[in-house]
């Protein structure tokens, strides 16, 4: 079943690294560099509860950026410092600095434990590439020097598990769907989305889920590290 494999196309975020401990991080270096920078009563009820629902007001009125998660950052930060009284110049200023805080502390993550060491051994004989859906910007981290490219959502019409992505990805790698595996931690979006184009799957049960009905992966893992092993037996 995994002779032909030539490639292997990887997820981000909850699938490399734990994403919500970087995201909460930037999230509060973001916040404390706006304070630092505007009049107190324009940052005193900003919290993230208060931050997400005028992101869902942005996005609700705008749907075709939903999956562009920097211009909803962008577009929430303008919205809520306009509503708090400046200018819609100041307001798009403070929202690109906010953002690019927010960006460049997102980009600090730590891998899963094996994770570096997997992909070190993994490129010595694969073609590695990643498909997301957030916007980590993974050839900017170390762990992108084993990675032919990134391919984020924001720069295509539709997000995972639309096919676009996953073509793509198959195109820039050369290889035929049954020659590469995808690994995620998302059934719909990884799983559900690889399987749609004729990709192998494997599912990163990242937190040992117990799956309700039929498991749609190939195959499951709970560490990274099993993916040396599983190439092994069945390559």
């Not at 909460?24 to 505007?38: K, N, V």
């Not at 005193?44 to 931050?51: G, K, T, V, Y």
């Not at 690889?194 to 309700?212: C, D, L």
Request: glycine share 4%.
């Amino acid at each position: 079943m995994m002779k032909a494999i030539r490639a292997l196309t990887f997820d981000l975020d909850n699938t490399l690294w734990e994403t919500d401990v970087s995201i909460l991080r930037a999230e509060d270096a973001m916040a404390r560099h706006l304070r630092s920078l505007t009049p107190t009563k324009w940052m005193a009820n900003f919290n993230l509860e208060a931050f997400h629902a005028i992101r869902k007001e942005v996005v609700q009125e705008q749907p075709k950026i939903a999956h562009n998660l920097t211009i909803v950052r962008k577009e929430t930060l303008k919205r809520w410092f306009e509503n708090r009284g400046a200018t819609k110049a100041v307001a798009e200023d403070l929202a690109n600095e906010g953002f690019q805080i927010f960006y460049e502390e997102r980009q600090n993550v730590t891998p899963y434990p094996g994770t570096v060491a997997t992909l070190a051994q993994l490129y010595k004989n694969f073609k590695l590439a990643a498909i997301t859906n957030g916007n980590a910007d993974l050839m900017a981290m170390q762990i992108g020097r084993y990675f032919q490219f990134s391919l984020q959502s924001q720069h295509f019409p539709k997000p995972k598990p639309a096919p676009v992505m996953f073509e793509e990805a198959l195109k820039r790698l050369k290889v035929d769907p049954h020659e590469c595996i995808h690994v995620g931690d998302d059934i719909e979006h990884d799983v559900i989305g690889a399987r749609q184009v004729g990709m192998k799957t494997v599912w990163f049960n990242t937190h040992s889920y117990i799956p309700e009905g039929i498991n749609l992966a190939d195959f499951v893992i709970t560490d990274l590290r099993e993916l040396l092993l599983l190439l092994k037996q069945h390559g």
